[in-house]
């Protein structure tokens, strides 16, 4: 529940839309539709999640937006020129350090809400995920290797297009070899979201035991922080690994395009990057 909360404001904040603003304002509203999709509130605890997101989202604007916008400039200024991996996985970093400052102030706006769960949310969530994990098989396990590919392919080359504009067929080449010889397939991925479906359940056992356990708020939340901290640093050493060199594999592989973009290329990139920071800015003033 709270983690897709997470996910909708770092799109938003982050990756950015043809209209920023309305988005991020829309934000209350699209959360709690996404939440009650994922959890099917009642109506007695219908008001009481609304109110727990808007204040989430009050705090945010308040607080992290000015911090994102920040950081949103000086990675405008980064893509000017040619980049490390590890100037790349600086900014990831930061961005992990704001979602552990989101998620401290949205365990405690979501502990009542979470206490008030019953059996009936508990079971719509479970199959909530159950059906998104199928869909999620027959979306990437179909076909044959080249068709796989081929959806990864377009995947990744629609991201890199809403930001550097239509790439170069050396540019198309490198990411395709990009894809090839990234450690990540459909059977890893399979077997990322078996791990994906044990935090889930980590997560509804959590919320179980809170909803049975006559557990204080600060109890709860105590509960709430530990299901994402194992999120986070997952106890097996593999997985960690594993992760871990996923995630400078994507700097490298950024690091290793943007180097080969144009000079158009980077001013396009550097002017979406200032225009969602003019944005956020523009969401923070009176």
Known sequence: MI???????????????????????????????????????SGNQTPA?????????????????????????RTADLSAGPVQ???????????????DTLMRQAVTQAAPVAMALGPRQLSHMARHWE??????????????ADARMARRLDKALGRYNSFYG??????????????AQSPWTAEWGRRDRQRRQR???DLLST???????????????????????????????????????????????LAQL????TPEQRVRVARRLRAYERDLLDLNRP
């Open 131 to 144: 059906q998104q994990n199928e869909e999620w098989e027959k979306e990437w396990l179909q076909g044959d």
């Open 207 to 253: 919320l179980q035991r809170i909803t049975q356990g006559n557990l204080t708020q600060a109890q709860t939340e105590a509960q709430l922080w530990g299901v994402w901290q194992r999120w986070l640093q997952p106890p097996d050493a593999g997985q960690r690994a594993v992760a871990q060199s996923l995630s400078q594999l994507a700097c490298e592989n």
């Open 199 to 201: 935090r889930q359940q």
């Open 258 to 261: 943007h180097n080969t973009a």
């Open 166 to 179: 239509d790439l170069n067929a050396a540019q198309t080449a490198l990411i395709k070899t990009q894809l």
């Open 85 to 99: 991996p590890e100037q790349l996985c600086r900014v990831v970093e930061e961005v992990q350090a704001r979602l």
């Open 3 to 41: 983690r897709t909360f997470l996910t909708l404001v770092t799109l938003l904040v982050l990756q950015g839309c043809s209209a920023i603003k309305l988005g991020y304002q829309q934000l209350p509203t699209l959360s709690y539709w996404w939440l009650d999709n994922t959890v099917s509130f």
């Open 49 to 73: 999640a609304k109110e727990a997101i808007d204040q989430l989202f009050q705090w945010h604007r308040r607080e992290e937006l000015p911090g994102y916008a920040a950081l949103l400039q």
